[in-house]
């Protein structure tokens, strides 16, 4: 069957420096980088910034217009001091709020930004998603295998 | 600071009951469901399916036209016939070819696939990139803590 896994999430970028600049403000650091694309290791997975056109091109489609927002990424964090810390070095990064963190409907704590690419991350907690002492999520039942 | 993980990946989605019998023939196991969204366990993350305007109302802006493919989740796999054999399962499931897999630039194999709400998914062999025994990829180098 297909693995129920993702090694690789990559962001399209319209400008890899500016791209690169916003990722070492949050405080990333870059683990492989080669011409037109850098990655960062998320441990077991990696992210990517790589360029936009060539992502389209890669895709067989070079003319599409590409879009995002649809597909979100999100960082959890163990309490809601630690969202807000992270949202307000993600602004001092430059990213565009969407919105600020605020207790949300499910039970946590959640807010939205832009990178400069439009790509829209989450900052949350969650306080029914507990966090590993490495930052993993548990599932909550083991799917049989 | 930041932290550089991400502990979930959200898919907006038009039809949740289609994008579940989507994933779910790909061999997937839902972990989580509650009502409008329903979460896989990745191993350290998950991958939720939610509906699309209430994850645009969730950033904020309930009226933009959410896009795709600017952002592109991928699964390496540990050889070309393992792509071969997702890629085949995919298009059985209902995926939409974008490009079959076929030898790349970078030395690997690569195919594109979109899942019915146009969200962009790889299948790609690099060998460069080994994985371990729970299909994890190991950083090039450790970052510096």
Redesign the interface.
Known sequence: ????????????TGDLDRALAFYAA????V??R?EGVA?????????ALFD?AA??A????PD?????????????FPDRAAVDA?WT??LAAGAAP??APEP?F?GGY?G?FADP????W?L?HNPF?P?DA????????D??P
Chains 1, 2 share one sequence.
Not at 58 to 61: C, F, K, M
Not at 64 to 76: D, M
Not at 134 to 141: K, Y
């Open positions: 069957m297909t693995p129920q896994r993702v090694t690789l999430i990559t962001l399209g949050l405080g990333w650091q683990d492989e080669a990655f960062f290791a998320l441990g077991g997975l990696k992210l936009r992502l389209a890669d895709q067989g489609r599409a217009a590409l879009g995002t927002g649809a597909i979100t990424l999100a960082q959890n992270a070095r993600a969407l919105k949300v499910w959640s939205y690419d439009g790509h829209v989450e949350a998603w966090l490495e930052g993993r999520l548990a599932p909550v039942s799917p049989a």
